[in-house]
C-alpha cells in the first residue's frame, strides 16, 4: 500500500488524484519554504527532487475547494495552502511539523536526508476530515483578514531614518551647551580633517547606544505594535534551521539548492536569520553615528569661522 488520494488546496485551485505516497511527504516537506499558491509550492518540491515533479499533470484541477475526501489504497492527504492545515490519515506515513525526507536524484531515493521545519504557529496538523471541514473556512477568513507583514520597508527605508534624526534632534535639544563642549574636546584632541582614530570612544557614545536600543525595542503601529527587535526575532529559529539544512544538502549532493523565487511569498515576508540580524546591527549603527558626525563637523566648521 503505497499510494494515496492528494489534495492541493490554494486560494483558487485544487490538485486531486492518486499519487504515490511519498510525494505528500516531499509536499509536505516543501511547506518549510513558505509556499501561498501551486506554483510555489511546485517550486519548492525541486528542493528534494532533482527533476521538476509536474504534478498537474498527473492529478486532476479543479476551480475552488473541491476537495475528494475519499481515501485510495494507503489513505488521503489534505494540503490546504490558504488555510494552513495539512490532514493526513495514511498508513504509509504520518509526517510532522518537523522531519526529514531522502533526496530524490530523478532515478531513485539518495541518502541525502533532508530536514524540514515548519513554523509551528502557522500550521495546523489534523487527521480528521471532520476537523478539517470545520476549520479550513475559519483559517482562511482569519488569514485573509491579518495578510503578512512587509516589515523591510519599515526596518531599512524611511521610518528608520526619520526616527534617527528625530532622536539625534532631541538629544541636540536636550544637551544645550554639553553638545558644543563634546566638540570642543574632540577638536582638541586633533584635526577633524583626519581620519578618526578607530581607538577613541565617540564623544556621543552613549546617546548612539541609547538611540539605537529605542530603535529595536520602541512598538510601532507600522509594525503591527511590534518592536523592530521583536519582528526580527521571530522566525530567526526557522530560518537559521533552514539555511542548516541548505548548506548540509549542498554538502552532501556538491550543488547548491534551488533559490527561492523573488516574487513568491516566501522571499517578499521572509522572516529575519540570524546572518540578517548581524548586518542590521551594524547598519543603525553606523547611520546614527553618521547623523552625529554629521553634527559634528558643522559644528566644527562653524567654530573654525
Known amino acids: 500500500m503505497s499510494s494515496i488520494k492528494l489534495n492541493l488546496v490554494d486560494s483558487q485551485y485544487t490538485l486531486s488524484g492518486t499519487i504515490h505516497a511519498s510525494i505528500g511527504d516531499f509536499c509536505v516537506a516543501a511547506l518549510a519554504a513558505e509556499p501561498e499558491t501551486l506554483t510555489d509550492l511546485e517550486t519548492a518540491l525541486i528542493r528534494f527532487q532533482k527533476e521538476p515533479l509536474d504534478i498537474r499533470s498527473r492529478l486532476s484541477l479543479c476551480h475552488?475547494?473541491?476537495?475528494?475526501?475519499?481515501?485510495y489504497d494507503a489513505g488521503l492527504m489534505i494540503v490546504d495552502l490558504a488555510a494552513r492545515i495539512v490532514v493526513c490519515n495514511s498508513t504509509y506515513s504520518q509526517p510532522e511539523l518537523s522531519g526529514m525526507v531522502t533526496y530524490h536524484d530523478s532515478s531513485?531515493?539518495?541518502?541525502?536526508p533532508i530536514g524540514?521545519?515548519?513554523?509551528?504557529?502557522?500550521?495546523?496538523f489534523l487527521d480528521s476530515i471532520d476537523d478539517f471541514q470545520r476549520e479550513h473556512a475559519l483559517r482562511r477568513q482569519i488569514?485573509?483578514?491579518n495578510p503578512p507583514l512587509d516589515a523591510r520597508p519599515v526596518l531599512y527605508g524611511?521610518?528608520?531614518?526619520?526616527?534617527?534624526?528625530?532622536q539625534i534632534a532631541n538629544v541636540l535639544q536636550e544637551s544645550g551647551d554639553s553638545v558644543c563642549q563634546a566638540v570642543s574636546e574632540q577638536k582638541l584632541k586633533g584635526d577633524p580633517r583626519e581620519p578618526e582614530n578607530d581607538e577613541r570612544p565617540h564623544p556621543f557614545s552613549s546617546q548612539i547606544s541609547?538611540?539605537?536600543k529605542d530603535w529595536l525595542t520602541t512598538s510601532r503601529e507600522d509594525l503591527r505594535g511590534g518592536a523592530p527587535r521583536e519582528i526580527m526575532l521571530a522566525k530567526r529559529d526557522l530560518i537559521d534551521f533552514d539555511l542548516e539544512s541548505r548548506c548540509l544538502q549542498w554538502s552532501l549532493l556538491l550543488e547548491g539548492p534551488p533559490?527561492?523565487?523573488r516574487d513568491s511569498y516566501a522571499y517578499r515576508f521572509a522572516g529575519f536569520g540570524i546572518h540578517e540580524w548581524v548586518v542590521y546591527y551594524y547598519l543603525v549603527r553606523f547611520l546614527i553615528t553618521q547623523g552625529f558626525d554629521l553634527i559634528k563637523k558643522l559644528d566644527l566648521s562653524q567654530t573654525e569661522v
Open 210 to 212: 541609547a538611540i539605537h
Open 158 to 166: 524611511r521610518p528608520l531614518v526619520e526616527f534617527i534624526a528625530q
Open 108 to 112: 531513485c531515493a539518495s541518502e541525502c
Open 64 to 71: 475552488g475547494l473541491t476537495v475528494d475526501f475519499e481515501p
Open 143 to 145: 488569514r485573509k483578514l
Open 116 to 124: 524540514y521545519q515548519l513554523d509551528p504557529e502557522e500550521w495546523l
Open 259 to 261: 533559490c527561492l523565487d
